[in-house]
C-alpha cells in the first residue's frame, strides 16, 4: 500500500472543550437513547404480527392474497432493518465510562480470541485471516468485551470490502507509548472523500449499511484512550491503526 496515502484520524479537540462537547454528547446520547428504547418495542410488536400474517398468506392461491403477501414481505424487510438501525444505535449510545471495567490485557490474546470466533465466518465468505502478531507486547487497559466489538466491526468491515473474497491481516506492534492494532484489507479501497467522513454516524457507503459500525468503533476506541486512523487507496485495500496507551510497568515476562 503507498506510503503517499494520507491517514485520516478525527481532529484534535482542546482538552476543557473536549470535557464539555462529551458532557452535553452524554446527555443528548441518553434522551435519544431512550427514545429508541421507546421505539424498539412497538417496532417488535408490529414484526411480530407481521410475521403472523405471512404465516397466515403462506401458499396464497388468489392473485389478490398473493399482492398482499408480497406487500407483507416488503414491510417485514423493512422492519427488520429498523431493528438493525435501532440495536446498532443503542450499543452506539450505551458505550459506557470505563472507569473499574479495564484490565491490563495483551492483544495479541484479544486478537487471538476473535481470530477463533471470525474464522468460520471468513472462511465461508473467501476471506483468509492471517495474524502476525509482536512477541512479549505491553500491555493495555481494556475493557475485552467493548474492544473486541470495536475490532470485530473492523474485520466485518473488511469483509464488505471484499465481497469476492480476499485477505484481511492482524498485526500487533509497539509505536512509540503506544501498543498498535493493525486491520490491514486486499479490498475496493476507499476514496479519500468518503475517508473523511468514514468514522461519522449514520454515514455508509454500503447499501443497506447503518453507518454506526465504525462510528461504535471509534466511540470504544476514544473511550479507551485511544485512537483510530485510516489509510486506503482505491483498488488496493484499507488499513485501520488503533492505538491504545501502554500500560506503564505490566509488560509480558520476556520468553525463555
Same mark, same amino acid.
Given at each position: 500500500?503507498?506510503?503517499?496515502?494520507?491517514?485520516?484520524?478525527?481532529?484534535?479537540?482542546?482538552?476543557?472543550?473536549?470535557?464539555?462537547?462529551?458532557?452535553?454528547?452524554?446527555?443528548?446520547?441518553?434522551?435519544?437513547?431512550?427514545?429508541?428504547?421507546?421505539?424498539?418495542?412497538?417496532?417488535?410488536?408490529?414484526?411480530?404480527?407481521?410475521?403472523?400474517?405471512?404465516?397466515?398468506?403462506?401458499?396464497?392461491?388468489?392473485?389478490?392474497?398473493?399482492?398482499?403477501?408480497?406487500?407483507?414481505?416488503?414491510?417485514?424487510?423493512?422492519?427488520?432493518?429498523?431493528?438493525?438501525?435501532?440495536?446498532?444505535?443503542?450499543?452506539?449510545? /450505551?458505550?459506557? #465510562?470505563?472507569?473499574?471495567? !479495564? $484490565? +491490563?490485557?495483551?492483544?495479541?490474546?484479544?486478537?487471538?480470541?476473535? @481470530?477463533?470466533?471470525?474464522?468460520?465466518?471468513?472462511?465461508?465468505?473467501?476471506?483468509?485471516?492471517?495474524?502476525?502478531?509482536?512477541?512479549?507486547?505491553?500491555?493495555?487497559?481494556?475493557?475485552?468485551?467493548?474492544?473486541?466489538?470495536?475490532?470485530?466491526?473492523?474485520?466485518?468491515?473488511?469483509?464488505?470490502?471484499?465481497?469476492?473474497?480476499?485477505?484481511?491481516?492482524?498485526?500487533?506492534?509497539?509505536?512509540?507509548?503506544?501498543?498498535?492494532?493493525?486491520?490491514?484489507?486486499?479490498?475496493?479501497?476507499?476514496?479519500?472523500?468518503?475517508?473523511? /467522513?468514514?468514522? #461519522?454516524?449514520?454515514?455508509? !457507503? $454500503? +447499501?443497506?449499511?447503518?453507518?454506526?459500525?465504525?462510528?461504535?468503533? @471509534?466511540?470504544?476506541?476514544?473511550?479507551?484512550?485511544?485512537?483510530?486512523?485510516?489509510?486506503?487507496?482505491?483498488?488496493?485495500?484499507?488499513?485501520?491503526?488503533?492505538?491504545?496507551?501502554?500500560?506503564?510497568?505490566?509488560?509480558?515476562?520476556?520468553?525463555?
Amino acid at each position: 500500500m503507498s506510503e503517499s496515502v494520507l491517514g485520516i484520524a478525527p481532529p484534535s479537540v482542546p482538552a476543557e472543550d473536549a470535557g464539555r462537547l462529551r458532557e452535553r454528547y452524554q446527555e443528548i446520547a441518553q434522551v435519544i437513547g431512550g427514545l429508541a428504547h421507546e421505539l424498539r418495542n412497538p417496532l417488535s410488536t408490529m414484526s411480530l404480527n407481521l410475521e403472523l400474517m405471512a404465516e397466515d398468506l403462506e401458499g396464497a392461491e388468489s392473485t389478490r392474497d398473493k399482492r398482499l403477501l408480497k406487500k407483507v414481505e416488503r414491510v417485514r424487510k423493512e422492519s427488520r432493518r429498523l431493528q438493525t438501525i435501532l440495536e446498532e444505535f443503542l450499543r452506539f449510545a /450505551r458505550v459506557p #465510562e470505563l472507569r473499574g471495567r !479495564t $484490565r +491490563p490485557l495483551s492483544l495479541n490474546d484479544v486478537v487471538e480470541d476473535l @481470530r477463533d470466533f471470525y474464522e468460520p465466518q471468513a472462511i465461508a465468505h473467501g476471506v483468509i485471516l492471517r495474524t502476525l502478531l509482536a512477541e512479549d507486547l505491553p500491555l493495555a487497559s481494556v475493557d475485552e468485551d467493548l474492544f473486541k466489538q470495536a475490532l470485530l466491526n473492523l474485520v466485518l468491515n473488511a469483509q464488505h470490502a471484499m465481497p469476492s473474497g480476499g485477505e484481511v491481516l492482524l498485526i500487533t506492534r509497539v509505536d512509540g507509548p503506544n501498543v498498535a492494532l493493525d486491520v490491514v484489507d486486499t479490498g475496493c479501497g476507499i476514496p479519500l472523500d468518503e475517508q473523511i /467522513r468514514i468514522f #461519522e454516524p449514520f454515514y455508509s !457507503t $454500503r +447499501p443497506g449499511g447503518t453507518g454506526l459500525g465504525l462510528s461504535t468503533t @471509534r466511540k470504544i476506541i476514544e473511550a479507551h484512550g485511544g485512537s483510530i486512523e485510516l489509510v486506503s487507496e482505491p483498488g488496493r485495500g484499507s488499513k485501520f491503526t488503533i492505538r491504545l496507551p501502554i500500560t506503564l510497568g505490566l509488560a509480558l515476562p520476556a520468553s525463555g
